[in-house]
């Protein structure tokens, strides 16, 4: 069947297959917005191609604009009735998309292809409305050079080359404006912020937000969205230590643990923090996000390096921008994975940091009395291993989803599911801690990452959100627990998906995929380190990076061994495109070029508009030997009859060694 299909498409008329082809081109454009656009939208502009696709097969007489304008009016009136607005960008893109459709069905002369052509043109830019990624760009390229093949096709007069020939020509078109676009992308003044986006693109990406209630993290740990990559400076530190710190949760209604309102009048400096070890030095590349939280790894500071952003830190060591972070961001920051904080703090300043809502929890209350009458050691950090001891040894699960609780939410989770995630973990140990007059506070970001072998890039999920806790102990500070690893441990050395089950009948493939042998992983690696340059050196090149990256080009071409460099290639480019014309020159031209400059060197210079003929005459009038004259004569002869005459190929190269002979002859 598709051998018939092929062959009738390859016997259409031209003015068919040329239709057939704009209309793929079109379809091409279309595609990528059918993921965003309303279904009924998508369905009447694949159906309006169809319609046009059916009449051009068919020969048939195109619709009437008394037909065209009440259905475009009425799909106009769709758009509005979808959206509530017709201005937007999602109501505009839609509309953009049923405009193009049917000005396929309304092209009557030659001027609509143009318009066509240039409504694909735009329409298919608005595809970066929605994602910049590299797949992406790569079908643009490839929609554009269809496209360009058929408004080529449409200016053709005669034959038509095949249509392998046009793509590539196209193609070459493509290939011949890249470099001046690169240079554009390169030296033209860069705008702050994304080129392709609207205000509050980024509003309703996940993260985490400034509350936890039961739920909170399970849900985000099921995205693998990336938070953010990070690159050391230095050497890594190991996965148990990768806590990166984000938002300080103290305040506990019963059902969400909140901020505690910001303490006022204390600044970084006057926070006792004894650090130790080596630093750890990190640039943090990190995705929209709509919100102001950044995540560091603690402890970090107290200096956060943002282009771009105001970012202020708080009492409790959080780091936020003045302004929601709605474009990929950069940001470095040095940390200390060995540190003690506030070891000198004094206890009325800790009380809010033992407040706990009245008339919720009994159970857990009486259970906290009881550990507390229990332990042979009253300090904090007995208690706390009582705590932990007891997640570790009763039947207590970790699981993504965790039955809901009722009012007393602690009091279900310790007494009767016994299964949580780690804001269950880390929301009942702490209401266990502050129940045993021990302060603490739950502290929410991310744990671990994915280390790239690739590019050295450690990728940091929404799946690797993450709740722990801190206690406060005399002499020690704030200390960091981390509940969950009590009861999950592989949570912590290795990642969540190591923790947690495998769905039934994916284990063979979780295993391919978390073996870093694997062929699954080792492609994984690679298009994640492809992607990831995509982002750090084309999307993310924004104002600060053009600076920074002229200002070293242009310290690097000022050297003099650059400049010599530069001059020995370009001097080896010209000589290359020298011989590469002189090998593609006409061999006849060149014979003649070589007659011409010795009759010129002779005092008898060729005129612009001297003919072989005329020139022959006016060279016969000159002093010279009948030889020498004969053998001019003969060679302009015998250079006219080659040059407009079509001699076969035997003869033509004959002719040519005669030309060689004579030309000595010449004078």
């Known amino acids: 069947m598709k051998p018939a299909v092929f062959d009738r498409l390859q016997q259409l008329p ?197 509350s936890m209630a039961p739920g909170t993290l399970s849900s985000l740990a099921q995205s693998e969205e990336v938070a953010f990559r990070v690159r050391f400076t230095g050497s890594q530190p190991p996965q148990h230590q990768l806590y990166w710190r984000s938002i300080v949760l103290g305040a506990y209604d019963g059902s969400t643990w909140t901020r505690v309102p910001r303490l006022r009048g204390v600044q970084r400096p006057d926070i006792a923090i004894a650090l130790r070890g080596a630093p750890v030095r990190q640039e943090i590349t990190m995705e929209p996000s709509g919100q102001r939280w950044l995540a560091v790894l603690e402890l970090g500071g107290p200096q956060v390096a943002m282009p771009g952003y105001g970012v202020r830190d708080s009492d409790e060591m959080e780091y936020f921008t003045t302004t929601p972070v709605n474009r990929r961001a950069r940001y470095s920051v040095t940390s200390y994975t060995d540190y003690a904080l506030q070891a000198n703090a004094q206890p009325p300043s800790l009380v809010r940091w033992l407040e706990l809502p009245a008339g919720f929890n009994p159970r857990t209350l009486a259970l906290a009395r009881q550990l507390r009458q229990d332990s042979p050691q009253q300090d904090g950090a007995g208690l706390s291993r009582q705590v932990l001891d007891k997640f570790r040894r009763e039947a207590f699960s970790y699981t993504l989803q965790p039955p809901l609780g009722g009012r007393d939410l602690v009091d279900d989770f310790l007494f009767t599911s016994r299964a949580g995630f780690c804001e269950h973990y880390a929301g009942a140990y702490v209401v266990l801690m502050r129940a045993m007059g021990v302060p603490a506070r739950v502290v929410t970001g991310y744990q671990g990452g994915e280390r790239n072998p690739v590019d050295g890039y450690l990728t940091v999920r929404q799946s690797d959100a993450h709740a722990w806790a801190e206690i406060w102990l005399p002499g020690r500070g704030w200390l960091r627990v981390d509940p969950t690893a009590a009861v999950a441990p592989e949570r912590v050395t290795r990642n969540l998906a190591r923790a947690l089950p495998a769905p039934v009948g994916f284990n063979p493939l979780f295993a391919l995929q978390n073996d870093p042998d694997s062929w699954l992983a080792a492609f994984r690696f690679r298009y994640a380190a492809l992607n990831n340059a995509w982002n750090q050196y084309v999307l993310d090149y924004n104002p600060e990076r053009q600076r920074s990256f002229l200002a070293e080009l242009g310290g690097l071409l000022l050297t003099w061994r650059t400049a010599l460099a530069a001059l020995l290639v370009a001097g080896l480019l010209a000589l290359w495109q020298w011989r590469r014309q002189r090998r593609a020159a006409d061999p006849l031209e060149v014979l003649y070029d070589a007659f011409c400059r010795r009759q010129a060197r002779h005092g008898d210079p060729r005129q612009p508009d001297e003919g072989p003929a005329a020139y022959a005459a006016r060279l016969r009038t000159r002093p010279a030997s009948a030889e020498q004259h004969a053998a001019a004569d003969r060679f302009l002869l015998l250079y006219g009859t080659l040059k407009y005459a079509a001699p076969d190929t035997e003869s033509r190269t004959a002719s040519l060694a005669t030309l060689k002979t004579l030309l000595p002859l010449c004078r």
């Open 14 to 210: 031209r003015e068919k297959s040329d239709t057939l082809l704009l209309l793929v081109a079109a379809l091409m454009v279309l595609v990528p917005h059918f993921g965003h656009l309303p279904l009924w939208n998508s369905l009447a502009v694949c159906a309006i191609l169809l319609w046009r696709a059916v009449l051009t097969w068919r020969g048939r007489r195109m619709p009437s604009i008394r037909v065209l304008l009440p259905v475009s009016v009425a799909s106009m009136a769709g758009v509005y009735a979808s959206y509530g607005t017709v201005v937007g960008r999602d109501p505009g893109v839609a509309m953009l998309a049923l405009l193009l459709a049917f000005k396929l069905l309304e092209m009557r002369a030659r001027r609509d292809l143009f318009v066509v052509v240039f409504l694909a043109l735009f329409v298919l830019l608005t595809n970066f409305f929605y994602s910049q990624s590299m797949p992406t760009a790569l079908f643009m390229v490839a929609t554009l050079i269809v496209l360009l093949t058929a408004l080529q096709t449409f200016q053709y007069t005669g034959v038509v080359p095949p249509l392998g020939q046009r793509l590539k020509l196209s193609a070459r078109l493509f290939a011949l404006a890249a470099p001046l676009a690169v240079l554009i992308f390169i030296v033209f003044p860069r705008i702050q912020g994304p080129l392709w986006g609207m205000p509050g693109d980024a509003a309703g990406r996940t993260g985490l937000s400034d």
